[in-house]
Protein backbone atom coordinates (compact mmCIF):
# COMPACT_ATOMS: atom_id res chain seq x y z
CA UNK A 1 0.00 0.00 0.00
CA UNK A 2 1.31 3.52 -1.18
CA UNK A 3 1.81 6.05 2.00
CA UNK A 4 -0.33 8.35 0.64
CA UNK A 5 -3.10 5.52 0.98
CA UNK A 6 -1.94 4.68 4.52
CA UNK A 7 -1.92 8.17 5.34
CA UNK A 8 -5.78 8.61 4.36
CA UNK A 9 -6.04 5.15 5.91
CA UNK A 10 -4.83 6.27 9.44
CA UNK A 11 -7.14 9.79 9.31
CA UNK A 12 -10.17 7.45 8.01
CA UNK A 13 -9.73 5.90 11.10
CA UNK A 14 -9.05 8.30 13.10
CA UNK A 15 -12.41 10.43 12.61
CA UNK A 16 -13.97 7.15 13.21
CA UNK A 17 -12.45 7.09 16.91
CA UNK A 18 -13.04 10.80 17.63
CA UNK A 19 -16.41 10.29 18.16
CA UNK A 20 -17.37 9.28 21.79
CA UNK A 21 -19.79 9.49 24.19
CA UNK A 22 -18.79 12.96 24.77
CA UNK A 23 -19.03 13.92 21.12
CA UNK A 24 -21.37 11.35 19.66
CA UNK A 25 -22.00 13.97 16.99
CA UNK A 26 -19.95 16.63 15.30
CA UNK A 27 -19.74 19.30 12.88
CA UNK A 28 -16.88 19.27 10.04
CA UNK A 29 -15.29 21.64 12.14
CA UNK A 30 -15.22 19.75 15.38
CA UNK A 31 -13.76 16.45 13.44
CA UNK A 32 -11.08 18.41 12.18
CA UNK A 33 -10.31 20.16 15.22
CA UNK A 34 -10.45 16.70 17.28
CA UNK A 35 -8.08 14.74 14.71
CA UNK A 36 -5.79 17.94 13.93
CA UNK A 37 -6.62 16.95 9.94
CA UNK A 38 -7.41 20.14 7.77
CA UNK A 39 -11.01 20.59 7.17
CA UNK A 40 -10.35 20.37 3.23
CA UNK A 41 -9.40 16.44 4.21
CA UNK A 42 -11.85 15.60 7.09
CA UNK A 43 -14.63 16.71 4.29
CA UNK A 44 -13.32 13.74 2.05
CA UNK A 45 -12.98 11.74 4.63
CA UNK A 46 -16.43 12.50 6.12
CA UNK A 47 -17.89 11.90 2.45
CA UNK A 48 -16.28 8.69 2.08
CA UNK A 49 -16.93 7.06 5.35
CA UNK A 50 -20.81 8.36 4.47
CA UNK A 51 -21.18 6.76 1.14
CA UNK A 52 -19.54 3.35 2.85
CA UNK A 53 -22.32 3.87 5.74
CA UNK A 54 -20.26 4.43 8.52
CA UNK A 55 -21.60 7.95 8.78
CA UNK A 56 -24.73 9.61 8.77
CA UNK A 57 -25.18 13.50 8.65
CA UNK A 58 -27.76 15.69 9.29
CA UNK A 59 -26.47 18.19 6.87
CA UNK A 60 -24.58 20.02 9.29
CA UNK A 61 -23.37 17.59 12.06
CA UNK A 62 -21.92 13.79 11.81
CA UNK A 63 -22.28 10.86 13.82
CA UNK A 64 -21.51 7.40 13.40
CA UNK A 65 -24.13 4.92 11.57
CA UNK A 66 -24.90 1.51 12.87
CA UNK A 67 -22.06 0.19 10.84
CA UNK A 68 -19.34 1.07 12.24
CA UNK A 69 -20.09 -1.30 15.59
CA UNK A 70 -18.80 -3.79 12.63
CA UNK A 71 -15.11 -2.90 13.30
CA UNK A 72 -15.63 -3.61 17.18
CA UNK A 73 -17.78 -6.98 16.40
CA UNK A 74 -14.97 -7.69 14.32
CA UNK A 75 -12.49 -7.67 17.21
CA UNK A 76 -14.59 -8.84 19.83
CA UNK A 77 -15.53 -12.20 17.41
CA UNK A 78 -11.89 -12.64 17.01
CA UNK A 79 -10.92 -12.85 20.88
CA UNK A 80 -11.52 -16.15 22.48
CA UNK A 81 -11.38 -13.70 26.23
CA UNK A 82 -14.45 -12.69 25.51
CA UNK A 83 -16.44 -15.79 24.66
CA UNK A 84 -15.19 -17.51 27.72
CA UNK A 85 -15.14 -14.63 30.25
CA UNK A 86 -19.03 -14.07 29.48
CA UNK A 87 -20.77 -17.39 31.39
CA UNK A 88 -17.98 -16.75 33.98
CA UNK A 89 -19.02 -12.97 34.01
CA UNK A 90 -22.72 -13.89 34.81
CA UNK A 91 -22.07 -16.14 37.12
CA UNK A 92 -19.63 -13.88 38.80
CA UNK A 93 -22.22 -11.13 38.93
CA UNK A 94 -25.23 -13.41 40.46
CA UNK A 95 -22.74 -14.46 43.14
CA UNK A 96 -21.38 -10.84 44.57
CA UNK A 97 -24.44 -8.64 43.31
CA UNK A 98 -21.92 -6.42 41.87
CA UNK A 99 -21.03 -5.28 37.65
CA UNK A 100 -17.99 -7.78 36.95
CA UNK A 101 -15.85 -6.89 33.78
CA UNK A 102 -12.67 -8.54 31.72
CA UNK A 103 -10.69 -5.03 30.48
CA UNK A 104 -7.41 -4.82 27.96
CA UNK A 105 -4.68 -2.42 28.81
CA UNK A 106 -4.06 -0.25 25.03
CA UNK A 107 -1.61 2.56 25.34
CA UNK A 108 -2.55 4.57 28.57
CA UNK A 109 -6.61 3.47 28.41
CA UNK A 110 -8.14 0.14 29.36
CA UNK A 111 -11.24 -1.21 26.85
CA UNK A 112 -13.82 -2.89 28.27
CA UNK A 113 -14.20 -6.52 26.29
CA UNK A 114 -17.02 -8.39 28.19
CA UNK A 115 -19.23 -6.89 30.85
CA UNK A 116 -22.21 -8.20 33.29
CA UNK A 117 -23.92 -5.73 34.87
CA UNK A 118 -25.87 -6.32 38.54
CA UNK A 119 -29.43 -5.90 38.87
CA UNK A 120 -29.62 -3.26 41.15
CA UNK A 121 -26.62 -0.58 39.89
CA UNK A 122 -28.47 2.38 39.22
CA UNK A 123 -26.67 3.33 36.44
CA UNK A 124 -24.53 1.73 34.30
CA UNK A 125 -21.70 3.96 33.51
CA UNK A 126 -20.02 1.16 30.67
CA UNK A 127 -20.85 -1.54 27.96
CA UNK A 128 -18.81 -3.58 25.99
CA UNK A 129 -16.05 -1.17 23.89
CA UNK A 130 -15.98 1.62 26.51
CA UNK A 131 -12.51 2.83 27.15
CA UNK A 132 -11.50 4.65 30.38
CA UNK A 133 -8.37 5.88 31.67
CA UNK A 134 -5.95 3.51 33.13
CA UNK A 135 -4.71 5.41 35.84
CA UNK A 136 -8.20 5.41 37.10
CA UNK A 137 -9.33 2.36 37.53
CA UNK A 138 -8.67 -0.91 39.45
CA UNK A 139 -8.29 -2.64 36.72
CA UNK A 140 -6.03 -0.16 34.74
CA UNK A 141 -3.47 -0.69 37.74
CA UNK A 142 -3.62 -4.02 37.78
CA UNK A 143 -2.80 -4.58 33.82
CA UNK A 144 0.16 -1.69 34.13
CA UNK A 145 1.41 -3.40 37.28
CA UNK A 146 2.52 -6.25 34.87
CA UNK A 147 4.54 -3.96 32.76
CA UNK A 148 8.30 -2.89 33.06
CA UNK A 149 9.23 0.24 35.64
CA UNK A 150 10.25 1.33 32.74
CA UNK A 151 7.01 0.71 29.92
CA UNK A 152 4.83 2.13 33.08
CA UNK A 153 7.09 5.25 33.07
CA UNK A 154 6.66 5.31 29.13
CA UNK A 155 2.95 4.89 29.72
CA UNK A 156 3.04 7.61 31.83
CA UNK A 157 4.69 9.72 29.86
CA UNK A 158 2.61 9.83 26.92
CA UNK A 159 -1.07 9.71 29.03
CA UNK A 160 -3.30 12.69 29.77
CA UNK A 161 -3.66 11.99 33.92
CA UNK A 162 -7.08 13.57 34.33
CA UNK A 163 -8.46 13.74 37.36
CA UNK A 164 -11.75 12.65 36.90
CA UNK A 165 -12.66 12.78 40.47
CA UNK A 166 -11.70 14.23 43.63
CA UNK A 167 -10.20 10.37 44.48
CA UNK A 168 -8.38 10.13 41.14
CA UNK A 169 -4.30 9.85 41.36
CA UNK A 170 -3.16 11.77 38.98
CA UNK A 171 0.19 12.46 39.85
CA UNK A 172 2.61 10.35 38.30
CA UNK A 173 4.94 9.40 41.62
CA UNK A 174 1.70 8.37 43.37
CA UNK A 175 0.40 6.49 40.12
CA UNK A 176 3.92 4.34 40.29
CA UNK A 177 3.00 3.26 44.32
CA UNK A 178 -0.48 2.59 43.61
CA UNK A 179 0.78 -0.01 40.56
CA UNK A 180 3.78 -1.15 42.68
CA UNK A 181 1.27 -2.10 45.58
CA UNK A 182 -0.70 -3.54 43.14
CA UNK A 183 1.65 -5.59 42.21
CA UNK A 184 2.69 -6.71 45.49
CA UNK A 185 -0.76 -7.78 46.47
CA UNK A 186 -2.09 -9.22 43.70
CA UNK A 187 -4.94 -6.53 43.02
CA UNK A 188 -5.76 -3.21 42.82
CA UNK A 189 -9.05 -1.33 44.66
CA UNK A 190 -10.57 2.12 43.07
CA UNK A 191 -12.42 3.64 45.56
CA UNK A 192 -14.55 6.39 43.83
CA UNK A 193 -11.47 7.39 41.55
CA UNK A 194 -13.20 6.95 38.02
CA UNK A 195 -17.13 8.05 39.45
CA UNK A 196 -18.32 9.24 42.97
CA UNK A 197 -20.38 6.70 44.73
CA UNK A 198 -18.86 3.70 43.15
CA UNK A 199 -15.97 1.49 43.91
CA UNK A 200 -14.25 -1.44 42.82
CA UNK A 201 -11.43 -4.72 42.61
CA UNK A 202 -9.50 -5.76 39.73
CA UNK A 203 -7.23 -8.89 39.47
CA UNK A 204 -4.60 -10.51 36.91
CA UNK A 205 -5.98 -13.13 34.79
CA UNK A 206 -3.28 -15.63 34.32
CA UNK A 207 -2.68 -17.61 31.31
CA UNK A 208 1.17 -19.58 30.32
CA UNK A 209 2.65 -17.66 33.10
CA UNK A 210 1.68 -14.34 31.80
CA UNK A 211 -0.96 -11.29 32.47
CA UNK A 212 -3.53 -11.28 29.51
CA UNK A 213 -6.26 -9.27 30.79
CA UNK A 214 -8.30 -7.74 33.78
CA UNK A 215 -11.15 -9.06 36.14
CA UNK A 216 -12.78 -6.40 37.70
CA UNK A 217 -16.10 -6.26 39.65
CA UNK A 218 -17.97 -3.02 40.68
CA UNK A 219 -20.93 -1.52 42.87
CA UNK A 220 -21.75 1.55 44.56
CA UNK A 221 -20.80 2.05 47.77
CA UNK A 222 -24.20 2.16 49.68
CA UNK A 223 -23.99 -1.84 48.52
CA UNK A 224 -20.19 -2.58 49.69
CA UNK A 225 -17.41 -1.69 51.68
CA UNK A 226 -13.85 -1.68 51.32
CA UNK A 227 -13.28 -4.82 53.95
CA UNK A 228 -15.80 -7.01 52.42
CA UNK A 229 -14.12 -6.29 48.57
CA UNK A 230 -10.74 -7.09 49.83
CA UNK A 231 -11.89 -10.60 51.53
CA UNK A 232 -14.93 -12.07 49.93
CA UNK A 233 -14.91 -10.54 46.63
CA UNK A 234 -11.32 -10.87 46.00
CA UNK A 235 -11.83 -14.79 47.19
CA UNK A 236 -14.23 -15.05 44.35
CA UNK A 237 -12.72 -13.30 41.92
CA UNK A 238 -8.90 -15.49 42.41
CA UNK A 239 -11.78 -18.71 42.10
CA UNK A 240 -12.94 -17.19 38.74
CA UNK A 241 -9.51 -15.91 37.19
CA UNK A 242 -8.36 -19.38 38.09
CA UNK A 243 -11.20 -20.95 36.34
CA UNK A 244 -10.74 -18.77 33.30
CA UNK A 245 -7.56 -19.96 32.66
CA UNK A 246 -8.15 -23.41 32.97
CA UNK A 247 -11.38 -23.09 30.49
CA UNK A 248 -8.92 -20.75 28.36
CA UNK A 249 -6.75 -23.83 28.03
CA UNK A 250 -9.36 -25.98 27.39
CA UNK A 251 -10.38 -24.48 24.23
CA UNK A 252 -7.17 -24.13 23.02
CA UNK A 253 -5.71 -27.37 23.61
CA UNK A 254 -6.87 -29.51 20.15
CA UNK A 255 -8.71 -32.49 20.24
CA UNK A 256 -8.45 -36.20 18.15
CA UNK A 257 -10.58 -38.57 17.08
CA UNK A 258 -10.03 -41.54 18.54
CA UNK A 259 -7.87 -43.87 16.35
CA UNK A 260 -8.23 -47.66 16.57
Not at 113 to 142: C, E, F, N, Q, W
Amino acid sequence: MARDELRTLAKGLAVIEAFDATHPEMTLSDVARRTAISPGSAQRILRTLASLGYVGSDGLRFSLRPRALQLGYAYLSSLPLAAVAQPLLSSLTAQLEGSCSLALLDGDAVVYVARASARRLARDYMSIGTRMPAHATSVGKVLLAALSPDAVDAVLAHATLEQLTPNTLCKPDAIRAAVRQAAVAGYAINDQETIMGLRSIAVPVVSDGRVIAALGASAEVVHTTLATMEGEWLRSLRATTADFASALSARETPSYAYRR
